[in-house]
C-alpha cells in the first residue's frame, strides 16, 4: 500500500516543476545578457570619461595658454608701415603733391651807345643812366655791353660780395646770380677799347648806376 505523504498529485492546469525551472534559467539568462550588455556600455563610457579628463584638460589648457600667448604677443607687437606720399591709387605708389616751382627767367640788361651821355642802360622798355630792377632770390640777370666803350661791372653795396668778372667788350656778356636777398648796387668803369672810331657825343658821359632789389 502506497503512503499517501509520498505521491506528489499533478493537476494538468498548472505547469511542472521542470518546465517551471526551464522558463525562469531562460529568463534569468536573458535578464544575465542584458546586465553585462549594460554593463560594458557603462565600461565604456567609464573609459571615455577618463580619457576626456586625462587628455581633453590638457589640451583645452594648452589651447588657453596658446590663445593667451597670441593675445598677448598682438598687445605687445607693434608693426611700422611705411608712409607714403600719394595723391591716390592711380598715381602710382608714391607720388608728390607738392607742385615744382619753376625758376624765374633770367633778366636780359644792356649798355648802349647813345649820342647824348656816351652810354646808357637800357631793358627794351627805357634807356637810363640809373636803372632799378626788382628780382627774385635766385634769379639771374645777363648783362651785355653794347657800348663802344668797355664796362666793367662793380659791386658798390650789398648783402653778399658777388664774383665779378674783368671788363667787358663789346658784345661780351655778364651773368650774375643773386641767391640771397637784399638790394645791391653797382657802377660801371669805362675804359676804352681799342681800335673803335672815334664818335662824337653831346655833353658828359654818364655814370652808369644800377640797384637790384631781391626778395
Same mark, same amino acid.
Given at each position: 500500500?502506497?503512503?499517501? &505523504?509520498?505521491?506528489? =498529485? ?5 505547469? &511542472? %516543476? ?18 553585462? /550588455?549594460?554593463?560594458? !556600455?557603462?565600461?565604456?563610457?567609464? #573609459? %571615455?570619461?577618463?580619457?576626456?579628463? %586625462? ?5 583645452? +589648457?594648452?589651447?588657453? %595658454? ?5 593675445? &598677448?604677443? *598682438?598687445?605687445?607687437?607693434? !608693426?611700422?608701415?611705411?608712409? $607714403? ?14 607742385? *615744382? ?18 652810354? !646808357?642802360? &637800357?631793358? #627794351? ?17 645777363? !648783362? ?7 664796362? =666793367?661791372? $662793380? /659791386? ?6 658777388? $664774383? ?20 645791391? =648796387? ?7 677799347? *681799342?681800335?673803335?672810331?672815334?664818335? +662824337?657825343?653831346?655833353? +658828359?658821359?654818364?655814370?652808369? =648806376?644800377?640797384?637790384?632789389?631781391? +626778395?
Amino acid at each position: 500500500m502506497e503512503n499517501p &505523504s509520498s505521491v506528489i =498529485r499533478v493537476r494538468p492546469d498548472v505547469p &511542472s %516543476l521542470a518546465a517551471s525551472y526551464g522558463q525562469i534559467n531562460n529568463n534569468d539568462a536573458i535578464s544575465t545578457g542584458e546586465v553585462a /550588455e549594460m554593463k560594458g !556600455v557603462k565600461t565604456l563610457g567609464v #573609459g %571615455l570619461a577618463v580619457l576626456t579628463v %586625462l587628455f581633453g584638460v590638457p589640451t583645452a +589648457a594648452f589651447a588657453l %595658454l596658446l590663445t593667451v600667448g597670441q593675445g &598677448s604677443n *598682438a598687445k605687445t607687437t607693434t !608693426v611700422s608701415m611705411p608712409q $607714403m606720399q600719394s595723391g591716390g591709387m592711380g598715381g602710382g605708389m608714391i607720388a608728390s603733391n607738392q607742385t *615744382a616751382t619753376t625758376p624765374a627767367a633770367a633778366v636780359d640788361l644792356a649798355i648802349i651807345h647813345v649820342q647824348k651821355g656816351c652810354h !646808357v642802360w &637800357s631793358n #627794351g622798355t627805357s634807356q637810363v643812366p640809373t636803372m632799378r630792377l626788382m628780382l627774385k632770390a635766385g634769379q639771374m640777370l645777363q !648783362v651785355m655791353n653794347q657800348d663802344l666803350d668797355m664796362h =666793367r661791372m $662793380m /659791386e658798390v653795396a650789398g648783402p653778399t660780395q658777388m $664774383m665779378l668778372g674783368g671788363p667787358m667788350k663789346q658784345g661780351q656778356t655778364q651773368a650774375l646770380t643773386f641767391t640771397k636777398p637784399g638790394v645791391y =648796387r653797382f657802377m660801371t668803369k669805362v675804359s676804352p677799347m *681799342a681800335g673803335m672810331p672815334d664818335v +662824337a657825343t653831346s655833353g +658828359a658821359d654818364n655814370s652808369l =648806376r644800377l640797384m637790384v632789389t631781391v +626778395a
